[in-house]
Nanobody, 123 residues
Framework: QVQLVESGGGLVQAGGSLRLSCTAT????????MGWFRQVPGKEREFVAV????????SYTNSVKGRFTISRDNAKNTVYLQMNSLKPDDTAVYYC????????????????WGQGTQVTVSS
């Protein structure tokens, strides 16, 4: 069982930056692939990025490539999402998720989810 807690959301102007954090409980953090998703009201949850257990392999959705960076600190059981050059379209609730064999955009691959953190980008 893994419990995830996100933090770091907030209000930022377009062009600004935020760093989201997600801390996991449990002693097997390195065995989990960690993903970030986002959701706006009335739309499906959208894949943003995923990182392998060792931290060296990552994948991003096209709309955030070059602007967002996913990373993890296994000593702290924490995964990060550094978001730069933010746009109003990035406004959403951001969720972190964990899965042993997850990779890519299918939310069903991730059994464990955090509660979400709101990111609002003003124009």
């Amino acid at each position: 069982q893994v419990q995830l807690v996100e933090s770091g959301g907030g209000l930022v102007q377009a062009g600004g930056s935020l760093r989201l954090s997600c801390t996991a409980t449990g002693r097997t953090f390195t065995t989990y692939r960690m993903g970030w998703f986002r959701q706006v009201p009335g739309k499906e949850r959208e894949f943003v990025a995923v990182i392998g257990g060792g931290g060296s392999i990552t994948s991003y959705t096209n709309s955030v490539k070059g602007r967002f960076t996913i990373s993890r600190d296994n000593a702290k059981n924490t995964v990060y999402l550094q978001m730069n050059s933010l746009k109003p379209d990035d406004t959403a609730v951001y969720y972190c998720a964990a899965g042993l064999s997850a990779w890519g955009p299918a939310a069903t691959q991730y059994p464990y989810w955090g509660q979400g953190t709101q990111v609002t980008v003003s124009s």
